[in-house]
Each structure stands twice: as structure tokens, then as C-alpha cells.
């Protein structure tokens, strides 16, 4: 009996810590979501999973700010078993791409769907990294932390990443 | 813009940034905030859920094992068959010493060493009657050339290995037929499972 009140007690303390991370962090979680979302996910969704993957976690809750780093790499790990399990799927790259809206007159909205669609065909973590340098302006030792990873790999990634884009976005230039 | 350089790179991105400022909805997070709730008391009760699962399996496979350790032995002896009579009261003779017909399965012909257990009872001969056939005594006995009228009947001689053997048997239409089997055409495998056999009624104590 007593036991079984330890574990509640630890269950609902788990559960109120829980409730803070996601107020502290549920915004800054949700911004990246939407960064890192590829076509048919939503970020709303991407964030629910990523707490009740949290809460199904056997680890503790670190401390701190390492509890932003741990959500951060949830979700980072979320999204990358998500393109995995699309690539398995034998889905095309085209279709990961989000329908482009050639009649609209605004350019900034083709602006957007062109960077949302070379950023879906990103791996995961390369979309990650490159989402946190260039778009949250993250230096390099911070994001191998959140994402960890060492500071060499974040370059790398960085490198390749820049390197896909420019080539997606050129041809997205020469198609138009 | 076919060649973009670094600063290029990083402006266009940012132009075309999917994140516009917005935030989560007010609903959308008191949805999520409920399902943690929830989520939160599964993670407590599923614990409780395997070890009650594990607890239930346990039971039973103990429960199954007292069951099968409290299942009679099957090293007892098997029951003599009965032996059979013909259809028309016609009486069968006792069996010879050496039974002509009967397949001998190999797992019996070893007699056991004595301290060992008998695993596997020894099954029991088969009735020759069974493979429709009735043998009945040696010509040497008062009753050797009885036979039943009816049915494959047959009447197997045991006689010295020199001496040739005879088999006779009754055709469904009356004909009587009757085998010589020269001794020394006949094969050695045939003696020594004829040897086998009777070493082996007399290991079983029965025919």
C-alpha cells in the first residue's frame, strides 16, 4: 500500500513537471515543430507527440535546462522517425514537398512553400541543424548539445544542408 | 539565381521562414495538457497491468506443470491382447513359437538391462488376425490342417531349418493354395526375425 502511494506520488510529480516544461517550453517547441514539419504533419500534433512521448518515458525528467535540450532531441527524434517511416514507404521526394500554389499572387507565399519544400527533404537532424543555425540563430556548441551530437557532426551536417538547399532552391528558381 | 552563397542562402531562408510568429492555439494546448493528464495515469496502472499479466502466466504454467507431473506413469505393461476367434467358431490355434507374419518394430527387439526403466512400453504384436490372416499350429500337431472355410486362412509349418516350409491358405472361392518355401532360398533376415521374435515373447511374457 505504501509502495503504491510512493509511485503515485512520483507518478503525479512526473506529471505536474511535465506540466511545467510544457508551459515554459510549448512555444518554443511549437516554432520549431512548424520549421521542421514536412508535408501531412502538423505541428500541433508534432508537439502532443513529443510531450506524451515524454510522459511514456521511463527516464527522468532532467533538470533544468537540459529538460529544453531532452524535449528538443524528442522531437527532433519524432520527426526522424517520421521521414524514415516515409522513406520506407517508398513515398517520392516530390510528394514530401508541400503543393505549391502557382496561381497565387503573393510572392512570399511561394517564397514559403518553396523553403518548406527544400527543407522536407532534408534528413531530420540535417533539417534540425540547419533549422536552429540559420533560422534560430543557434551557434554550433548549442546545437550539438540540444541535438546531441558532436560539434564537428553539426558542422558537417551544416555543410551538406547548405549544400542541398542551395541546389533545391536554384532548381526551384530554374523550374520557375 | 543559380549559384547562392552563403548570406544569400541564409536570406532566402529567412524570407521564406514557415514559422510566421504564431503560436499554439488555446484549445490545441488544453487538449494536449488533458492527454498528458491521461497518459500520466495509464504510465502509472500499466505496471500494475504487466505484473498482473506476468503474475497470471506464472499460475499457470505451474498449474501446468502440477498437472502434467500428476499424470499416471506410462511405464506400465500393456494388457495382452485377446486372442481372436474366427467367425465361424472354427478354433485358432495357439500361436507358434514363431509367428510368420508379424512385423517386428525394431524399438522392442533390445531386451533391457535390468536397473533400467522401460521408458516407452513395448507395444503390443499385432494380432496376425488383424492383417486378416489366421495362423494356426504346425502340421506336426493334432489340429494343423484345420483351417476356416472362409477368409484368407493361413497355415504356416514350423518345421527344422533344413526342412522346407509350407504355407497354405484358402482363396475366398474354396481353392486351396498351398506354399513350399525352399530353406535355402529363403532369406537369412527372415530366420534371424523369426529368432528376434521369439526372444522377444519371451522378454514380454506374452504369445
Same mark, same amino acid.
Given at each position: 500500500?505504501?509502495?503504491?502511494?510512493?509511485?503515485?506520488?512520483?507518478?503525479?510529480?512526473?506529471?505536474?513537471?511535465?506540466?511545467?516544461?510544457?508551459?515554459?517550453?510549448?512555444?518554443?517547441?511549437?516554432?520549431?515543430?512548424?520549421?521542421?514539419?514536412?508535408?501531412?504533419?502538423?505541428?500541433?500534433?508534432?508537439?502532443?507527440?513529443?510531450?506524451?512521448?515524454?510522459?511514456?518515458?521511463?527516464?527522468?525528467?532532467?533538470?533544468? #535546462?537540459?529538460?529544453?535540450?531532452? *524535449?528538443?532531441?524528442?522531437?527532433?527524434?519524432?520527426?526522424?522517425?517520421?521521414?524514415?517511416?516515409?522513406?520506407?514507404?517508398?513515398?517520392?521526394?516530390?510528394?514530401?514537398?508541400?503543393?505549391?500554389?502557382?496561381?497565387?499572387?503573393?510572392?512570399?507565399? !511561394?517564397?514559403?512553400?518553396?523553403?518548406?519544400?527544400?527543407?522536407?527533404?532534408?534528413?531530420?537532424?540535417?533539417?534540425?541543424?540547419?533549422?536552429?543555425?540559420?533560422?534560430?540563430?543557434?551557434?554550433?556548441? #548549442?546545437?550539438?548539445?540540444?541535438?546531441?551530437?558532436?560539434?564537428? !557532426?553539426?558542422?558537417?551536417?551544416?555543410?551538406?544542408?547548405?549544400?542541398?538547399?542551395?541546389?533545391?532552391?536554384?532548381?526551384?528558381?530554374?523550374?520557375? | 539565381?543559380?549559384?547562392?552563397?552563403?548570406?544569400?542562402?541564409?536570406?532566402?531562408?529567412?524570407?521564406?521562414?514557415?514559422?510566421?510568429?504564431?503560436?499554439?492555439?488555446?484549445?490545441?494546448?488544453?487538449?494536449?495538457?488533458?492527454?498528458?493528464?491521461? $497518459?500520466?495515469?495509464?504510465?502509472?496502472?500499466?505496471?500494475?497491468?504487466?505484473?498482473? $499479466?506476468?503474475?497470471? +502466466?506464472?499460475?499457470?504454467?505451474?498449474?501446468?506443470?502440477?498437472?502434467? %507431473?500428476?499424470?499416471?506413469?506410462? !511405464?506400465?505393461?500393456?494388457?495382452?491382447?485377446?486372442?481372436?476367434?474366427?467367425?465361424?467358431?472354427?478354433?485358432?490355434?495357439? *500361436?507358434?513359437?514363431?509367428?510368420?507374419?508379424?512385423?517386428?518394430?525394431?524399438?522392442? +527387439?533390445?531386451?533391457?538391462?535390468?536397473?533400467?526403466?522401460?521408458?516407452?512400453?513395448?507395444?503390443?504384436?499385432?494380432?496376425?488376425?488383424?492383417?486378416?490372416?489366421?495362423?494356426?499350429?504346425?502340421?506336426?500337431?493334432? #489340429?494343423?490342417?484345420?483351417?476356416?472355410?472362409?477368409?484368407?486362412?493361413?497355415?504356416?509349418?514350423?518345421?527344422?531349418?533344413?526342412?522346407?516350409?509350407?504355407?497354405? @491358405?484358402?482363396?475366398?472361392?474354396? !481353392?486351396?493354395?498351398?506354399?513350399?518355401?525352399?530353406? #535355402? @532360398?529363403?532369406?537369412?533376415?527372415?530366420?534371424?526375425?523369426?529368432?528376434?521374435?521369439?526372444?522377444?515373447? %519371451?522378454?514380454?511374457?506374452?504369445?
Amino acid at each position: 500500500m505504501r509502495r503504491s502511494s510512493v509511485s503515485e506520488s512520483a507518478s503525479v510529480a512526473r506529471a505536474d513537471r511535465l506540466e511545467q516544461l510544457f508551459e515554459a517550453y510549448h512555444g518554443r517547441l511549437y516554432a520549431l515543430a512548424v520549421r521542421m514539419a514536412v508535408a501531412g504533419d502538423d505541428a500541433t500534433d508534432l508537439v502532443q507527440e513529443t510531450f506524451l512521448r515524454a510522459v511514456g518515458s521511463r527516464r527522468p525528467i532532467p533538470p533544468g #535546462d537540459a529538460a529544453e535540450r531532452w *524535449l528538443v532531441r524528442v522531437l527532433v527524434n519524432l520527426c526522424r522517425d517520421r521521414y524514415r517511416r516515409r522513406k520506407y514507404r517508398g513515398q517520392r521526394r516530390a510528394e514530401l514537398r508541400p503543393r505549391r500554389e502557382t496561381n497565387s499572387p503573393e510572392a512570399a507565399i !511561394t517564397a514559403r512553400d518553396a523553403v518548406h519544400g527544400a527543407l522536407a527533404q532534408l534528413p531530420a537532424r540535417r533539417r534540425a541543424v540547419v533549422v536552429l543555425r540559420e533560422l534560430e540563430d543557434r551557434d554550433t556548441a #548549442d546545437i550539438a548539445a540540444l541535438l546531441g551530437m558532436t560539434a564537428v !557532426t553539426v558542422r558537417w551536417h551544416l555543410s551538406q544542408g547548405r549544400q542541398q538547399l542551395r541546389d533545391l532552391l536554384s532548381g526551384e528558381d530554374e523550374d520557375r | 539565381m543559380t549559384d547562392l552563397d552563403h548570406d544569400s542562402l541564409r536570406a532566402r531562408l529567412r524570407a521564406g521562414d514557415p514559422y510566421q510568429g504564431e503560436s499554439m492555439q488555446g484549445p490545441d494546448a488544453a487538449r494536449i495538457r488533458a492527454r498528458m493528464r491521461a $497518459a500520466a495515469v495509464d504510465a502509472q496502472v500499466r505496471p500494475n497491468r504487466i505484473l498482473a $499479466a506476468a503474475a497470471v +502466466a506464472i499460475v499457470t504454467v505451474v498449474a501446468l506443470g502440477v498437472w502434467v %507431473g500428476s499424470r499416471p506413469s506410462t !511405464t506400465e505393461e500393456p494388457t495382452p491382447l485377446p486372442l481372436p476367434a474366427t467367425s465361424d467358431g472354427a478354433a485358432v490355434a495357439e *500361436l507358434p513359437a514363431e509367428p510368420v507374419s508379424a512385423p517386428q518394430p525394431p524399438s522392442v +527387439a533390445a531386451p533391457t538391462r535390468p536397473g533400467l526403466a522401460v521408458v516407452h512400453p513395448a507395444p503390443a504384436l499385432p494380432s496376425p488376425r488383424e492383417h486378416g490372416l489366421v495362423v494356426i499350429a504346425p502340421p506336426d500337431t493334432a #489340429d494343423a490342417t484345420q483351417v476356416a472355410p472362409t477368409g484368407n486362412t493361413v497355415a504356416a509349418t514350423e518345421t527344422p531349418r533344413t526342412e522346407a516350409r509350407h504355407v497354405q @491358405f484358402i482363396a475366398p472361392r474354396g !481353392t486351396r493354395i498351398v506354399w513350399t518355401l525352399d530353406p #535355402d @532360398f529363403e532369406p537369412s533376415t527372415v530366420r534371424n526375425d523369426a529368432r528376434q521374435a521369439r526372444h522377444q515373447q %519371451g522378454a514380454n511374457g506374452k504369445w
